[in-house]
């Protein structure tokens, strides 16, 4: 009996709650609304928030409480994690309210957004792209920022990502091998040029090299000659640089052969 009565006192705190929550979202009276989105929010209802503050942001425009409706709205989509939604209200905030007490706040969190949102290197790097953009943005707009260190820090991380996602895409070429290697030794070359820092420099010269070797192994009489003198140009670029390289006894044996070929 007093178990039945506790799951009815709990029910009726959750209709009740719900009521209450109905009424302030059918009400007309939008000071009141304001009240209580800021009420959810501080709360931690962010749902209930965030759906308050949605009804209410057009009707304060142009209020004194425009740029704070807009950017609790704002935070409540990022307190639920929708980055997506979140990024497009503190950037819309940032250039609606240039001068608002919110406005390095919601740069920052529009960058860090994109941050999060910035999916694994396999995949379409666009929001890695626009992430390193924002956070470059914040840092040359707010030097002196409490977040210019995380923001410096969030951009390597994504910086790296790319590096990353141009060095498994030249790389996929070659595990392609056959007629794909040419495209493998463009993809590589091209990726070393756009990041020579890499820390994938090694093996991107070791796979530029094979792939030349691989080419020449299989080339037609006439074309043999010219493509094992490329190869070996590649072996001293690349020996020179990684004297010391794991992959350097096989790179000694392509060497030797297509020395031999040259002759």
Request: one cysteine or more; glycine letters at 4%.
């Amino acid at each position: 009996m007093r178990k039945n009565c506790l799951y009815i006192g709990l029910l009726l705190i959750i209709l009740s709650s719900c009521s209450g929550y109905e009424k302030v979202l059918k009400s007309t009276d939008y000071n009141l609304k304001y009240r209580k989105a800021f009420e959810y929010y501080n709360k931690g209802d962010y749902a209930r928030a965030s759906g308050v503050f949605d009804q209410i942001s057009t009707v304060f425009r142009g209020s004194s409480k425009s740029d704070s409706v807009s950017f609790f709205q704002a935070m409540s989509a990022y307190k639920q994690q929708d980055y997506i939604t979140a990024q497009y209200y503190f950037s819309t905030f940032v250039q609606t309210y240039q001068y608002s007490p919110f406005a390095e706040e919601a740069e920052y969190l529009a960058a860090y957004c994109l941050y999060l949102d910035s999916p694994n290197p396999e995949l379409d790097q666009e929001n890695t792209t626009r992430g390193i953009e924002a956070f470059q943005a914040f840092m040359r707009k707010y030097p002196t920022s409490k977040h210019y260190d995380n923001s410096k820090e969030y951009t390597t991380e994504l910086q790296d990502k790319l590096v990353e996602k141009s060095y498994l895409s030249a790389k996929l070429y070659y595990n392609m091998g056959g007629f794909m290697l040419k495209s493998a030794i463009v993809a590589l070359k091209s990726s070393l040029e756009d990041y020579p820092n890499t820390r994938y420099r090694e093996e991107m010269m070791w796979l530029i090299l094979d792939s030349n070797f691989k080419i020449a192994e299989n080339s037609i009489e006439s074309k043999k000659k010219d493509r094992y003198q490329t190869t070996i140009d590649e072996y001293y670029s690349f020996i020179s640089e990684f004297p010391q390289s794991k992959w350097k006894k096989e790179a000694q044996k392509i060497y030797e052969r297509s020395e031999k070929m040259t002759k």
